[in-house]
């Protein structure tokens, strides 16, 4: 079966630095990968996702990830974050024949200070 | 479109119950899976229903089952309650299956005594 590590289980940042949340997989066949986020007192909801194509992917609310194969990684990035992207960040990941379902990291806890 | 919803909201048993938890999908979704969230393993898959019948299954033993009615809402069953099954189970739909944008509801928090 697969499994999913965030390096990271709690983040804090101030508005406007740069975010890289950590993700990295071990199953070595094809995989599909997501970001979801849960904001407080909100649910979970998918930031973005990679299937094929162009390793770099964008999302809701300018977040973006990037897919290295070689890596088995799957990182996400902000630019610039803002107070409101406080938050929980799942990495999940499905194989392609889906048989184990969606596999999801422990999370990470983003704090951003104003 | 009113979202997914789960009932109850929460839930107190005492170990050796059993216990029965609701998902309505979104209108439309054939799709419903199921997690368990705890503070210390995180969201972990349970099951994942399509069309009334049990497409995956995850690593929980057989006391965790399901079904899906021919309107798409599910059922989740725990029986022979244990401590450790205390926790946030939520419920997903979407359209086809888990490789799709899913839209979770609020989950039912589960107490066990």
């Known amino acids: 079966a697969q499994s999913v590590s965030q390096h990271n289980h709690h983040v804090i940042l101030s508005e406007a630095a740069s975010l890289e949340l950590g993700c990295n997989y071990s199953?070595?066949?094809?995989?599909?990968l997501f970001w979801y986020v849960q904001y407080p007192g909100q649910h979970l909801q998918l930031l973005l996702k990679?299937?094929?194509?162009?390793?770099l992917v964008k999302g809701i609310k300018g977040f973006e990830a990037e897919f290295i194969k070689s890596k088995f990684s799957f990182n996400l990035r902000k630019p610039s974050v803002q107070w409101s992207d406080t938050a929980e960040y799942f990495c999940a990941v499905m194989t392609r024949g889906g048989a184990d379902g969606l596999t999801f990291g422990k999370g990470t806890h983003l704090i951003i200070q104003p | 479109k009113a979202g997914v919803t789960q009932t109850p909201r929460y839930l107190i048993k005492t170990r050796g119950q059993q216990v029965t938890l609701s998902c309505s999908p979104i209108?439309?979704?054939?799709?419903v899976s199921w997690y368990q969230q705890t503070p210390g393993q995180g969201l972990q898959f349970l099951f994942e229903?399509?069309?009334?019948?049990?497409?995956n299954k995850g690593n929980f033993p057989g006391r965790f089952s399901g079904r899906q009615f021919s309107n798409s809402r599910s059922e989740m069953n725990v029986s022979t309650l244990e401590l450790g099954d205390s926790a946030l189970y939520l419920c997903?739909?979407?359209?086809?299956?888990?490789?799709?944008?899913?839209?979770f509801g609020s989950g039912t928090q589960l107490s066990v005594l």
């Open positions: 199953y070595g066949g094809t995989v599909n």
């Open positions: 209108s439309g979704h054939r799709s």
């Open positions: 990679y299937f094929s194509g162009d390793p």
């Open positions: 229903y399509f069309s009334e019948t049990q497409r």
């Open positions: 997903a739909s979407s359209l086809q299956g888990t490789n799709e944008k899913l839209f």
